[in-house]
């Protein structure tokens, strides 16, 4: 299996332009899950998904930012418009109905200028 | 979901030596998850302990549970300078939710 596999790997953007991150979860997997990573909060949860339905978004930080699971196979994370404090690792993570681990994708750098 | 508290924030030990980081939770669990963060990657599962077991081994990890005193610890014997990453603990409560929430985690760094 590939694991999870998140694109771009990096991201460079200009303040106020649209930034869209994109994720495939293991095949099979059925619940989803985008952190954000900064040296100041740390790992963050910001929804998870669970059979491409939203069930948490209390993480989401504002209305700029939103995330839609289309299939199984394929979720995004949009910002807009992006702001320099929106600079940070974006991980997606997915795990199975019957194990509770969960599986982390390489991350999307982005830095927002 | 709730979140785990590591203890300590960071650790420097040279090779060869025992690596030991604690983890602190407040309501009951089902299982507890260890994760490494090597640096610029994505965190990667490391061990699972559920609520009724006391010990469980890995390799050269070792995790122990006390429930009563809702702490677990993570043992890395004869450390090496790869096993330099960040240690996470993710208590997990069930309840039909697989949410995890992380805590700032241990910074470990073995010195070759």
Known sequence: ?113 | SQQGEEDPQALSIQEGENATMNCSYKTSINNLQWYRQNSGRGLVHLILIRSNEREKHSGRLRVTLDTSKKSSSLLITASRAADTASYFCAPYSGAGSYQLTFGKGTKLSVIP
């Open chain 1, 1 to 113: 299996d590939a694991g999870v596999i998140q694109s771009p790997r990096h991201e460079v953007t200009e303040m106020g332009q649209e930034v869209t991150l994109r994720c495939k979860p293991i095949s099979g997997h059925n619940s989803l899950f985008w952190y954000r990573q900064t040296m100041m909060r740390g790992l963050e949860l910001l929804i998870y998904f669970n059979n491409n339905v939203p069930i948490d978004d209390s993480g989401m930080p504002e209305d700029r930012f939103s995330a839609k699971m289309p299939n199984a196979s394929f979720s995004t994370l949009k910002i807009q418009p992006s702001e320099p404090r929106d600079s940070a690792v974006y991980f997606c993570a997915s795990s199975s109905a019957s194990k509770e681990t969960q599986y982390f994708g390489p991350g999307t750098r982005l830095l927002v200028l």
